[in-house]
Structures are given as structure tokens and as C-alpha cells.
């Protein structure tokens, strides 16, 4: 790796420089193959594998090209956290790093749809008001509580036409309390109520399809 597009000297070049530092006369002027030229071949070795990764080092200072010290810079950024586990490559990992060290927290609905868009989710936002001297016949009769609620709809599939939800039925010998159909994106979740504001309630509907253009929207 080249870091920040600095190419690092070769072994010729500082033995170049090691021999122009020589003092000058006639007991200086060595054989290029000589015991003496072989000496300062060793040390340009030496000093063209510290300067090629004094350059590494600026790649591994720079989370989009991290290497060997990704693991470090995962720890610093408390990656992986519970929401979103372990990537599967490197790339991954990098990705997910930099969105955690660059993410800008934000309280709009847009906010919350961008970042559902960065790790695979389409949702839509719905804010709830309770209900006002003013409303209209068929608004919802909603108490005060509404008031700091929202509700996340995750569509079914990703915009590569994927399926993004996870799907169980309850079966014989779960516990008391399993739902009898259970489905979600636990992942999205956990982000989306990470990152919501700690006096608002979080509500997440999901869309399943069922039949060819019959949509029913189940609510969590």
C-alpha cells in the first residue's frame, strides 16, 4: 500500500543516499561489488523496510484503508455492537466503521430513512398526534401518549428486490408467550431504537405479501 499516494524509496535509492553521506578521498572509492557496497546494500534493506511502513502507517491511520489495525480501531468504535454483529469481510467491516465514526444523529423522519437505507432497509415514518379540538371526522382517537409516538413500516424487500424479513410460526414446545407468527428485522430494530430519541416510543409495522397484489400490514 501506497499511503496518500507516496511512493516509498527502494533499497538503490538509500544506498544512493548512504553512499553520497560517505566521506570523500580515495579510500571511499569502493568496487560496487565490493564487501563494502554489500554493507550498504544491508543497511538500504533495512532502511526501505522502515520507510515503506512508516507509509503503511498512514493507510492504517485512515479507517477506509485500515489493515492491521482495524481490529484496534473496531474497539475504539465499540464495533461489533449488538445491533448489527460481525461483517463478513474486511470491506464490510470498513464500511461499518466508517458510518460509525462519520454518522451524524439526527431527530427527522428523513434521518431514520437514511439510515435504515445504509445497512439494507426501505421504511416508511408515520408520526402520531393525540387527538386535538380541531381534527376532522375519521382521525384516530389517539390519547396523550401518542403524542411521543412513531411507527417504522419496513417494507418486505430491499431496493435489489430481496427479501429483508425474517419469518417464524409458532411451533409445538415454544414457551408461553411466543407469538404465533413471529417476524422482523432485529437488526433494523435495534438501530432505529438506538438512535431514536430516549423519550419517544418506537412502534414497527411490517408489510407482508401474501397473495399477488394483497398487501397486510401487521403491526408489532
Known amino acids: 500500500m501506497a499511503g496518500a499516494g507516496i511512493?516509498?524509496?527502494?533499497?538503490?535509492?538509500?544506498?544512493?543516499?548512504?553512499?553520497?553521506?560517505?566521506?570523500?578521498?580515495?579510500?571511499?572509492d569502493f568496487a560496487p561489488g565490493g564487501t563494502f557496497a554489500g554493507l550498504l546494500?544491508?543497511?538500504?534493506?533495512?532502511?526501505?523496510?522502515?520507510?515503506?511502513?512508516?507509509?503503511?502507517l498512514l493507510d492504517e491511520a485512515d479507517p477506509r484503508t485500515a489493515l492491521e489495525t482495524l481490529i484496534d480501531w473496531e474497539r475504539v468504535a465499540g464495533l461489533p455492537d449488538a445491533c448489527t454483529?460481525?461483517?463478513?469481510?474486511?470491506?464490510?467491516?470498513?464500511?461499518?466503521?466508517?458510518?460509525?465514526?462519520?454518522s451524524i444523529?439526527?431527530?427527522?423522519?428523513?434521518?431514520?430513512?437514511?439510515?435504515?437505507?445504509?445497512?439494507?432497509?426501505?421504511?416508511?415514518?408515520?408520526?402520531?398526534?393525540?387527538?386535538?379540538?380541531?381534527?376532522?371526522?375519521?382521525?384516530?382517537?389517539?390519547g396523550e401518549d401518542w403524542a411521543f409516538a412513531w411507527t417504522v413500516t419496513v417494507q418486505p424487500f430491499d431496493g435489489?428486490?430481496?427479501?429483508?424479513?425474517?419469518?417464524?410460526?409458532?411451533?409445538?414446545g415454544d414457551p408461553v408467550g411466543t407469538r404465533v407468527r413471529g417476524f422482523g428485522s432485529l437488526d433494523l430494530e435495534c438501530v432505529i431504537?438506538?438512535?431514536a430519541p430516549s423519550h419517544t416510543n418506537v412502534i414497527f409495522a411490517y408489510v407482508i405479501e401474501r397473495e399477488p397484489d394483497f398487501w397486510i400490514d401487521f403491526t408489532s
Open 7 to 28: 511512493i516509498a524509496r527502494s533499497e538503490a535509492d538509500h544506498a544512493e543516499v548512504l553512499r553520497q553521506l560517505l566521506p570523500r578521498g580515495a579510500a571511499w
Open 105 to 142: 444523529a439526527g431527530q427527522r423522519p428523513a434521518d431514520f430513512i437514511d439510515l435504515a437505507a445504509r445497512i439494507g432497509y426501505e421504511i416508511d415514518i408515520t408520526e402520531h398526534r393525540p387527538l386535538r379540538t380541531g381534527f376532522r371526522v375519521g382521525d384516530r382517537c389517539n
Open 41 to 56: 546494500a544491508a543497511l538500504a534493506a533495512e532502511f526501505a523496510r522502515v520507510d515503506a511502513r512508516a507509509l503503511d
Open 85 to 102: 454483529g460481525q461483517p463478513d469481510n474486511v470491506g464490510e467491516r470498513r464500511v461499518a466503521l466508517v458510518e460509525k465514526l462519520t
Open 160 to 172: 435489489a428486490g430481496r427479501p429483508v424479513l425474517s419469518i417464524a410460526h409458532f411451533k409445538v
Open 193 to 195: 431504537t438506538r438512535a
